[in-house]
């Protein structure tokens, strides 16, 4: 392996130097840009090196873990959902926080009306009026001459959604009430407009799966509450870790010394090798604040000879990742002319090593590429054409990963656009009512499958308490009431259920257990309530807790002639055919049989079984659906599917006019 120290006048000549080696490598001697690595002591190291690179057009990929909590459109999202916990708290509390929260783009505010607004409210305070929030109303309840009526309509709409909020904050479940301010506030409207509106939604999901699991951990949780959590975390430096991502891996990759650590490289030029970035480095960043308790009791503690030992560890690390060639690179001014001193670290492996030591000064200032490339990032276009390329990355990404199961490709064939909001990006939804019902039922049966496995009798007393545990575990999706009132239906459903049904079932094989498959080079997966043997035949028990008398449709077997799919025709036979299907690649050669047992009676209070038989041309039926689906997801293809009742279709047509969101297919 070659090692080769250079020196650049300034940390900018060091960028552009390192980038005509790279472009060299791949231009010339015609080496795969994964092949490449350029190593930094720290992130914020990364950001110009890649947009010179974007700049140049050389390939490049940069992930790494950030802090949603530090993300501006988060933050937006968190002063809002604030301001609403403080003013239903204390009215006029979250004064302070209304004049930026009218700026927020989904309002759809001018700033010089908001401007225009805040100087007369000051007038105002001079006469009495203290509540900023008070004064809009007042504004629009009694006019003013200074504004139009059209601007005191615009207004208007913003207090009374603000209004509504402050309301409702305690009438409806947190989950359903964090939805709904993001869809009434019109934030997934302009987040599904943006360039990177895959990763702006991503950033929501993220949001949401923190407030699902802090209020599964206290189910009294308020909004409050959790602003509250928000702001500890905030104040201690603590993080809801996100992974950013621009390119893929078959590019350049942008690491950090910690990030390459298992990597390995033809190419690897480490930048910035100076004694500010390594053994001179601010004290180790443990990733939170201590309290100030704590802090005085570790001051005793010295950490410089630690520090510095793991920091020369890091660098050989960074080092040791080449397998061909590596370039240790410094910069010997900072860019407004101060002397900076090279890391101690490279003396020492001089001591030790044959090193090529080209210290010459080379002529990397092209002024002119650097100009232009200032310019561009002034200009705003550069940020741009990263955002675009990580939107389509991080869909590029989500789909190869993607793996198909039954709910999947149903949402697909009904409609694309669906698919793509619920399936593929998981927009942030709160989980209702009757899903949670449904989970509870399918935990207690499964352990009366699971006793009934080991040879032990049904005990419905302990399936009712399971049901009941499982309910108590998420009775923060409900409302009191409708809590009280699904616990009492279930107890009375499993009752009936089990006294009526459970003399049927056969010898317990698997219970929920998860498949894969390939079919056709198709990834597909599913996950099985019971297979059980009954008289000798293996077969598949999938437990519906929906009404049976609305399942025609969804066990008649698809005909690809009758057009489009509904919204649920033919969901139970797609998902019987996909089981048969998962199972015969798992070695269950002999099973063509799917059973789905509903718990919930039908209207004359019996208990409804239903058998799918699954032959050789259903199977080629799902298996054309599944490579048509397939084939379209992965080129990216989800339009509307232009019916009157679907939701994200509705919600696409309240899109301002322009380009497809997200440039995708649009029928």
């Known amino acids: 392996m070659a090692i080769e120290l250079k020196s650049y006048p300034t940390p900018s000549d060091e960028m552009i130097g390192i980038a005509e080696e790279i472009e060299k490598l791949i231009r010339q001697d015609e080496v795969a840009p994964s092949e490449i690595a350029v190593v930094f002591r720290e992130n914020k190291q990364l950001d110009e090196m890649a947009a010179y690179l974007q700049y140049k057009k050389i390939p490049f990929q940069l992930v790494r873990k950030e802090n949603l909590l530090r993300n501006y459109f988060i933050q937006q999202i968190i002063l809002m959902l604030e301001w609403v916990a403080l003013e239903a708290n204390r009215p006029g509390s979250g004064d302070h926080h209304l004049f930026k929260l009218l700026h927020f783009k989904w309002f759809d505010l001018p700033a010089e009306l908001i401007a225009r607004v805040q100087m007369d409210f000051i007038r105002q305070k001079f006469v009495g009026q203290e509540s900023f929030r008070l004064y809009l109303q007042d504004l629009q309840k009694q006019g003013n001459q200074l504004f139009t009526p059209e601007e005191i309509q615009k207004l208007k709409s913003v207090s009374d959604l603000l209004e509504a909020w402050i309301r409702d904050v305690y009438n409806e479940p947190l989950q359903n009430f964090f939805c ?28 949401f799966e923190f407030l699902q699991a802090e209020n599964q951990r206290n189910p009294d949780l308020t909004l409050e509450g959790w ?6 975390m905030e104040k201690y430096k603590l993080t809801i870790p996100y992974e950013s991502q621009i390119g893929d891996e078959h590019c350049v990759q942008l690491l950090t010394a910690h990030g390459t650590k298992g990597l390995e490289f033809d190419y690897v030029f480490i930048d910035g090798c100076v004694e500010k970035n390594w053994e001179k480095k601010r004290g180790r960043n443990i990733g939170f604040s ?24 890091l660098f050989y690390v960074a080092l040791t990742r080449a397998r061909k060639y590596v370039q240790i690179s410094y910069a010997e001014k900072d860019n407004q002319g101060n002397t900076l001193q090279k ?51 991080f869909l590029q990404h989500l789909v190869s990963n993607f793996k198909l199961n039954p709910t999947a490709l149903n949402k697909y064939l009904y409609c694309p656009r669906s698919f793509f909001y619920e399936s593929l990006l998981q927009v942030p939804q709160a989980q209702l009512m009757h899903s949670i019902y449904g989970q509870a039922i399918h935990h207690a049966l499964k352990q009366v499958a699971n006793s009934h496995s080991q040879g032990n009798g049904v005990n419905i007393g302990k399936a009712q308490n399971d049901f009941e545990w499982f309910m108590h575990q998420n009775r923060h999706h409900f409302k009191p009431d409708d809590f009280v009132r699904h616990l009492q239906h279930g107890n009375e459903v499993l009752q009936n259920y089990l006294n009526q049904v459970f003399s049927n079932w056969g010898n317990i094989k698997e219970t929920e257990k998860d498949f894969q498959a390939h079919i056709n080079h198709v990834p597909i997966k599913g996950r099985l309530d019971k297979i059980e043997i009954q008289n000798g035949i293996t077969r598949v028990v999938d437990y519906k807790t929906g009404n049976p008398d609305r399942a025609d449709n969804k066990l008649r077997r698809y005909n690809p002639e009758n057009g489009k799919k509904g919204y649920d025709d033919h969901d139970y036979w797609i998902q019987a055919v996909m089981y048969v ?87």
Request: net charge negative.
């Open 581 to 667: 299907m998962l199972l015969q690649e798992n070695g269950y050669t002999q099973v063509d049989t799917v059973v789905f047992d509903f718990v919930e009676p039908d209207k004359t209070d019996r208990f409804r079984t239903e058998s799918v038989s699954v032959d050789s041309s259903d199977i080629t039926l799902v298996e054309q659906l599944l490579t048509y689906a397939w084939e379209q997801i992965q080129s990216l293809s989800f339009p509307c599917c232009q019916r009157p009742d679907c939701h994200w279709c509705a919600f696409e047509q309240t899109l301002a006019a322009g380009a497809p969101v997200l440039g995708l297919d649009k029928e």
């Open 290 to 313: 201590l309290p100030p308790a704590l802090k005085i009791q570790m001051s005793s503690y010295s950490q410089s000879d630690l520090k510095e030992e793991d920091e020369r560890r």
């Open 227 to 232: 602003i509250q959590i928000i702001r500890k």
């Open 343 to 393: 890391s101690e670290f490279l003396d020492e492996i001089l001591i030790s090593s044959h090193i090529i030591v080209n210290p010459q000064r080379q002529a990397y200032s092209q002024q002119n590429s650097l100009t232009d490339f200032y310019v561009n990032i002034l200009q705003d276009s550069l940020n741009q054409a990263m955002r675009q390329q990580y939107s389509q990355s």
């Open 180 to 207: 709904r301010v993001l869809d009434e506030s019109r934030v997934l409207k302009m987040a599904s407009q943006a360039p990177d509106s895959s990763f702006l939604i991503h950033l929501m999901k993220t949001l």
